[in-house]
């Protein structure tokens, strides 16, 4: 059954550093992957996806994900961080049975200071 | 600008009340769900609607009723609930069928929802 692992609850980067989100996918088939953004009080905002068409994903904001197979990862990163990315970050992946859930990671908190 | 519309974005009620929650797409998507998300946690999957049908229920309490009256609306009937049910309720959509599992759900904001 495919299943995302997201390291780190939090992470604390100063603004302009790099940033870094950490997730590992489990799939015996390949993966559709996804990254999330949720802000305070809003919904979920999609800032990526993974569909097998290119290995390094870039999405909306400046995030970019690469999917490595050998590694079974699919880490976001953004080279310089803004204060307005400070949000919850979910990783998640489609299950690939007749339901097609997407299944979250529990989350990482990106804490941006100044 | 978010495409699916939910409504009211804040609700509290006591545990004898009936209410409903609404969410709205005019994306032409053909599955549509319902998410409870507490606080610091993922969303967790409620229902799923596919093709204004009831395909998913996960063995969510009977207290949460939900409707598909039409492609572009869901609701939610909410009776009798506990304070454990006080969360942000989340809809979505999606491109409906297998060949579209690769397509993004997309959420509106959420209702904030209290239980007296």
């Known amino acids: 059954a495919q299943s995302v692992t997201q390291l780190g609850s939090h992470v604390s980067v100063s603004e302009g550093a790099l940033v870094l989100l950490r997730c590992n996918y489990s799939s015996s088939v390949p993966p559709y992957l996804f990254w999330y953004v949720q802000y305070p009080n809003q919904g979920l905002q999609l800032l990526l996806k993974?569909?097998?068409?290119?290995?390094l994903v870039k999405g909306i904001n400046g995030f970019e994900a690469e999917f490595k197979k050998s590694e079974t990862s699919f880490h976001l990163t953004k080279p310089s961080a803004h204060m307005s990315d400070a949000a919850e970050y979910f990783c998640a992946v489609t299950r690939m049975d007749s339901s097609y859930k997407l299944i979250f990671g529990s989350g990482t908190r990106l804490l941006v200071r100044p | 600008d978010t495409e699916v519309t939910q409504t009211p974005k804040h609700l509290v009620m006591g545990m004898t009340n009936k209410k409903s929650l609404k969410c709205e797409q005019h994306m032409g998507h053909r599955a549509m769900y319902w998410y409870k998300q507490k606080a610091k946690k993922p969303p967790e999957l409620m229902f799923v609607y596919s093709y204004e049908k009831l395909s998913i229920n996960e063995s969510v309490p009977s207290r949460f009723s939900p409707e598909c009256p039409n492609s572009s609306l869901l609701n939610l009937h909410l009776h009798a609930l506990q304070p454990e049910d006080s969360a942000l309720y989340l809809c979505a959509s999606s491109q409906d069928r297998a060949e579209y599992s690769n397509q993004p759900q997309h959420f509106g904001d959420g209702t904030r929802l209290s239980i007296l």
């Open positions: 993974y569909t097998s068409a290119a290995t």
